[in-house]
């Protein structure tokens, strides 16, 4: 299993040993906190207010979206470091509540923190 996995959290079925988080800045449509299974609700690691209305889930816009999210999650390593630290100690996974499956916040945010662990392992 990857050490990072996504899942979007009207699908998701708790599986395994990974932790589960949260990686929208708003509570899913829908959902009452109890039917969702998560370790931790990480909105601050979702992209701004600001940002995620720029972006609109604009495939056009989705290479600009990660640069900008990247450049504010750089700014916000208490944000993120967490999620760092319990994926190098084992498997995690985030959820987001986007329809869009290949152009969301927590593809970005994988990535992003795939690189953070890559440079913390060395």
């Not at 990072?4 to 009207?10: E, F, G, K, P, T």
């Not at 800045?25 to 299974?37: A, C, D, I, N």
């Not at 504010?72 to 995690?92: K, S």
Request: glycine share 4%; charged share 35%; with cysteine.
């Amino acid at each position: 299993m990857d050490a990072i996995s996504l899942s979007r959290v009207y699908d998701h079925e708790p599986h395994g040993e990974s932790r589960c988080y949260l990686v929208e800045r708003l509570w899913p449509r829908g959902m009452r906190r109890e039917e969702v299974e998560l370790d931790s609700w990480a909105k601050d690691a979702a992209p701004s207010h600001e940002l995620r209305m720029w972006f609109g889930h604009d495939p056009q816009r989705w290479e600009e979206f990660r640069r900008r999210y990247f450049a504010e999650l750089d700014t916000r390593p208490q944000a993120w470091q967490p999620l760092v630290d319990a994926a190098a100690t084992g498997a995690i996974t985030l959820l987001y509540s986007s329809r869009d499956r290949e152009h969301n916040n927590a593809i970005a945010l994988r990535d992003y923190l795939l690189d953070r662990l890559a440079r913390q392992r060395g």
